[in-house]
């Protein structure tokens, strides 16, 4: 079974400071990687996703993943965040044979708390 | 396009009463699903129609939970009765298809506490 482990549970920064969160994942074979974001009493919002090829990869808002296999990494970063990044973050993960965005393992979240 | 919606945004019940949650998907999405995040923990996959269908319902915690998609529109989620560890956030998505080129769209969720 897949796991997803999200070590930043709440994490606080000044605007203009670097983001960097973690998410590893527990799992043996080839695997969709995804970010998602919720925003203050938003739904869910894909990120940016991992499925094959470069493992540096964009998403919205200048926000870039990079999956590093060998360490079953997959960690969100941001040159300089601001206050509307203020959200709470998952990592997914799903087996890359069996489907794309589907039937995903998330992580338990991180609270991004920017400080203006 | 409308997203998806679902209903209520909360609900308070007390243990042993029944509670029925809506999800409308986005028109001409065949493919919803229903997702649960119990407080701090993992957002978890519960089950997924396929139109009318019930392709995947894994997740489904136990009998108390009963998910419908009559006519392949709606979703409904019923918990009867329900239990304290019940109490979280239920999310429902939708999907065009189930390729790599279907992105899931998610509602805002609906967060039932059980008392």
């Known amino acids: 079974a897949q796991s997803v482990s999200q070590h930043n549970h709440h994490v606080i920064l000044s605007e203009a400071a670097s983001l960097e969160l973690g998410c590893n994942y527990s799992?043996?074979?080839?695997?969709?990687l995804f970010w998602y974001v919720q925003y203050p009493g938003q739904h869910l919002q894909l990120l940016l996703k991992?499925?094959?090829?470069?493992?540096l990869v964009k998403g919205i808002k200048g926000f870039e993943a990079e999956f590093i296999k060998s360490k079953f990494s997959f960690n969100l970063r941001k040159p300089s965040v601001q206050w509307s990044d203020t959200a709470e973050y998952f990592c997914?993960?799903?087996?890359?044979?069996?489907?794309?965005?589907?039937?995903?393992?998330f992580g338990t979240g991180t609270k991004l708390q920017v400080i203006p | 396009e409308a997203g998806v919606t679902q209903f209520p945004s909360h609900s308070v019940i007390e243990k042993g009463q029944t509670v029925t949650l809506r999800c409308d998907p986005i028109?001409?999405?065949?493919?919803l699903y229903w997702y649960r995040r119990v407080m701090g923990k993992e957002i978890k996959f519960l089950l997924h129609?396929?139109?009318?269908?019930?392709?995947?319902e894994s997740g489904m915690p136990n009998n108390r939970f009963l998910a419908e998609r009559t006519g392949g529109t709606y979703s409904t989620l019923k918990v009867q009765p329900a239990e304290l560890e019940d109490s979280g956030v239920y999310f429902c998505?939708?999907?065009?298809?189930?390729?790599?080129?279907?992105?899931?769209?998610f509602g805002n969720g609906t967060r039932l506490t059980v008392t």
């Open positions: 028109s001409g999405h065949d493919n």
């Open positions: 991992y499925f094959s090829g470069d493992p």
């Open positions: 997914a993960v799903n087996a890359g044979r069996s489907g794309g965005y589907q039937k995903v393992t």
């Open positions: 129609f396929v139109k009318e269908s019930k392709q995947d």
């Open positions: 799992y043996g074979g080839t695997v969709n």
């Open positions: 998505a939708s999907s065009r298809g189930q390729g790599l080129n279907s992105p899931l769209h």
